[in-house]
């Protein structure tokens, strides 16, 4: 990657590829799995990374949409569900993303 991503930048998916989804609850637990992220997904990097990171946290910017997709209905219908986020790898932004904003 030519550039280390920051906070707050956008990027759309071009080219469906694996990554990592995060659940988020209510309770001292943080669940996920990886899946297929699909092309025409938008989503922003949540934090800047550190120097030694090798991915982003980041948060579709429209997650209700992507909800259904990305989360298991078990996961989204649990009472302590609080979310979910992605962690994509520099080398995945570069190869299969597109800056937008």
């Known amino acids: 990657m030519k550039e ?7 990027y759309v998916i071009r080219e469906p590829f ?3 989804v ?7 637990f943080t669940g996920g799995s990886q899946r297929v992220l699909p092309r025409g997904l ?13 991915a ?6 429209s997650p209700q949409d992507w909800e259904p ?9 649990a009472d302590k569900y609080a979310g979910y986020s992605l962690v994509i ?3 995945d932004l570069s190869a299969y993303c ?3 904003g």
């Open 4 to 10: 280390t991503p920051k906070a707050g930048e956008r």
């Open 18 to 20: 694996e990554a990592g």
């Open 22 to 28: 995060l659940t988020h609850w209510r309770a001292p």
């Open 42 to 54: 938008e989503f922003r990097v949540a934090f800047d990374p550190s120097e030694v990171a090798n």
């Open 56 to 61: 982003v946290s980041a948060e579709p910017t």
């Open 69 to 77: 997709v990305l989360v298991e209905e078990t996961d989204r219908s």
């Open 89 to 91: 790898q520099f080398e």
């Open 98 to 100: 597109d800056r937008v």
